[in-house]
Nanobody, 124 residues
Framework: QLQLVESGGGLVQPGGSLRLSCAASGFTLDYYTIGWFRQAPGKEREGVSCIRSSGGSTNLADSVKGRFAISRDNAKNTVYLQMNSLKPEDTAVYYC?????????????????WGQGTQVTVSS
């Protein structure tokens, strides 16, 4: 059974950093595009960043450009989201999602499988 599990969220002060992990089980990530999304209270779920099976990445949100970086370690079957210079507006539940045989997309319904999410709170 295909499963994604996010971890690494927490409470951090503005300007701090966190690294989120998205671990896959039941399948190998090698052939999947993985996207990171986030959803703040009362807002739509938005794409943050995406990485293709080839390793190429796409930034999905202008607000995180230059601060967030996505990477993957196929040997560990895990995708990471390094978040630096965090701002209070980055506060949200962060989700990873997988889609096979297609490239990056910021449209949530293009993804077939989702993790349960991890809370990121940026506050002093």
């Amino acid at each position: 059974q295909l499963q994604l599990v996010e971890s690494g969220g927490g409470l951090v002060q503005p300007g701090g950093s966190l690294r989120l992990s998205c671990a896959a089980s039941g399948f190998t990530l090698d052939y999947y595009t993985i996207g990171w999304f986030r959803q703040a209270p009362g807002k739509e779920r938005e794409g943050v960043s995406c990485i293709r099976s080839s390793g190429g990445s796409t930034n999905l949100a202008d607000s995180v450009k230059g601060r967030f970086a996505i990477s993957r370690d196929n040997a560990k079957n895990t995708v990471y989201l390094q978040m630096n210079s965090l701002k209070p507006e980055d506060t949200a539940v962060y989700y990873c999602a997988a889609r096979r045989n297609y490239g990056c997309s910021g449209y949530r319904y293009d993804y077939d499988s989702w993790g349960q999410g991890t809370q990121v709170t940026v506050s002093s």
